[in-house]
């Protein structure tokens, strides 16, 4: 009996140190592999080193089994403006269509943690890169399917990717971020590669799709490029909501999908209401007809100020990547903006300070260039260009613009220089603004000519380029690439750069930018590149100011990340419940 307890005991002795031994050569196997391809990992993703960088990202769940609290409700998002389109491809998307879209009806394979600012698998199960960075592959999970049952296959990544490429899909802001691949490959119907002509520290950003998402190939295809490019409505995807309907000059609804694969919103109803005037639009939230609303600057610096309102409303002021920089744009294929003075000119009758504290009620900061103002692209050394009026007659003087027959308005080679400048219309604070801009030029001797145009037609108008002079804003961006915005090839065919900015040394500087995974050459460059723009002024930079939202306090788990607001994580009591 002894002897036999004394084997049992070696055996099993023997059998845990070789357990020992195994999982010890496991970890010292997957240590190697992390050291070899975690900083590969971590340049192309640019989002700071993460606890276990491996070649083989997975997906432990799609996020968490459900989102906290009660079922029911709805939110109603009163916009100022109504979007063009709904497409997301189209060049013709703004800010609203992702609001609306990104996220909620489209999905895209990896997607941007709202607290770590990491890519993580949403779609995609897992992905691989390459050790030299220059193949990508993603294997699809194998529960993904559109909201009408389709399974989501590789079938559909490939053909957004070649949707977006197609020269005749008005798509040219999307294909941009697709120069830099070679080819994809279907390996099966749930792995897909992308192959890479050279390395790009955006790529896996890109071909993620993370700005626009997947869609299904059995919806969209076509024939003709134009049965695409005239889609912008009924938009259908594989996300947490699909589209209901869209009453053109009142809103766009969207309802729950209760055949979604993944966790769903509490939330059974999202609608989105166009209220074009200010007042109304807060009248319409004082009386809880809507439950949120991107204040104005004036508005949020009023309504915070009354203790009353914030017992009803919380209003919430952060900073997010994706914040926009707000300018006024010149555009230099005109007679007017072609000289490097003349728009240096420009800048110098402009008092940002003053549209701040005024216009903003000390809501901004004052720009001098394109990058997110809290991250290190983002120049600080730089200086912004005083408000000179002396300082832009004579820069108007040395560009050939003086009065020659003394009507006041400076001319030259006989044009006046007299333009227009178009802001959205409906608008107080662009209104204020072209006032501004109006009474300070005619100080220098320029006519400015106010163009108060409608939001749908102001995007068609800048796309096609046919404009003098405008203001608007743009958003940002987790990782930044000045490419979309700057790069002279992006000058025309319905592409971003819409001022025709042409610099060899930008376009060389941004160029190589893209080639850098090292994040602090990078920034090096993009110092350099911020230095140009600042020079040259194909924008005046005005501001840029924190994101402003106010919301019913009906609403529960409202969070700020580091993202930003993360809207599915949203719920309404059911005490307080209003809709059913």
């Known amino acids: 009996m002894k002897n036999s307890s004394r084997t049992y005991t070696f055996c099993l002795f023997a059998f845990l140190a070789m357990m020992l031994a195994l999982q010890l050569s496991l970890v010292s196997s997957a240590s190697r592999l992390n050291d070899r391809f975690g900083e590969l990992v971590t340049a192309l993703e640019n989002l700071g080193s993460t606890a276990s960088a491996t070649s083989q990202r997975t997906a432990q769940t799609a996020g968490i089994d459900t989102y906290p609290g009660d079922e029911g409700d709805w939110r109603i998002w009163a916009f100022h403006v109504e979007p063009r389109t709904l497409n997301p491809l189209s060049v013709d998307r703004d800010t609203y269509t992702v609001w609306i879209t990104q996220r909620s009806i489209f999905e895209s394979l990896l997607e941007y943690d709202f607290e770590t600012l990491e890519l993580k698998p949403l779609l995609a199960e897992s992905y691989d890169v390459s050790d030299d960075g220059l193949e990508i592959t993603f294997t699809l999970r194998d529960d993904i399917h559109f909201s009408d049952g389709v399974p989501v296959t590789t079938d559909d990544v490939i053909f957004t990717y070649e949707s977006i490429i197609n020269p005749e899909v008005d798509a040219a802001a ?7 691949v070679k080819e ?11 192959v890479m002509k050279q390395v790009y520290f955006k790529s896996l950003e890109n071909v993620c799709f993370w700005d626009f998402g997947i869609l299904p190939k059995h919806i969209y295809q076509f024939e003709d490029a134009m049965e695409l490019n005239k889609r912008v409505s009924n938009p259908v995807g594989s996300g947490p909501y699909v589209f209901e309907n869209w009453q053109v000059g009142k809103e766009i609804v969207l309802r729950r999908n209760e055949n979604y694969w993944g966790p769903k919103p509490k939330l059974k109803k999202i609608i989105y209401r166009f209220i074009s005037n200010d007042v109304a639009r807060i009248q319409a939230l004082r009386s809880h007809e809507v439950d949120m609303v991107r204040a104005t600057e004036e508005q949020f610096a009023d309504l915070t100020a009354e203790a009353d309102f914030q017992d009803e409303f919380n209003c919430l002021s952060f900073w997010a990547p994706y914040v926009p920089f707000y300018y006024m744009c010149w555009n230099q294929d005109t007679p007017f903006f072609a000289d490097r003075r003349v728009r240096l000119a420009m800048t110098h009758i402009v008092d940002r300070e003053k549209i701040v504290s005024s216009l903003l009620k000390g809501n901004g900061k004052v720009t001098t ?25 004579q820069l108007l003087d040395e560009a050939g613009w003086v009065d020659t027959d003394g009507d006041g308005i400076r001319d030259k080679d006989g044009v006046k220089f ?3 400048f178009s802001i959205p219309s409906r608008d107080i604070y662009y209104a204020r603004l072209g006032k501004m801009l109006k009474d300070s030029a005619a100080k220098v001797g320029i006519d400015v000519i106010i163009d108060p145009v409608e939001w749908s037609i102001l995007v068609g108008k800048l796309n096609d380029r046919k404009f003098e002079a405008v203001s608007m804003g743009w958003g940002g961006d987790i990782l930044q690439d000045p490419y979309q915005l700057w790069h002279s090839s992006q000058i025309g065919n319905r592409a971003s750069n819409y001022g025709g900015f042409r610099n060899t040394e930008a ?32 924008y005046t930079f005005l501001y840029t100011r924190p994101v402003f939202r106010i919301v019913d306090k009906r609403f529960e788990n409202i969070k700020i990340y580091p993202l930003g607001l993360n809207y599915f994580e949203w719920y309404v009591p059911k005490s307080q419940q209003k809709y059913k």
């Open 507 to 538: 376009d060389a500087i941004i160029e190589q930018a893209r080639r850098t995974l090292d994040v602090k050459k990078r920034t090096e460059l993009y110092h350099k590149f911020h230095a140009i723009l600042h020079y040259e002024q194909p």
């Open 184 to 194: 994809v490959v279907k390996v099966s119907d749930r792995v897909v590669k992308f």
């Open 418 to 420: 007299s333009f227009e």
């Open 174 to 180: 999307m294909a941009n971020l697709f120069i830099d």
């Open 369 to 393: 260039g394109s990058f997110y103002i809290n991250s290190e692209q983002y120049d600080k050394t730089i200086e912004p260009w005083p408000y000179d009026i002396d300082k832009a007659k």
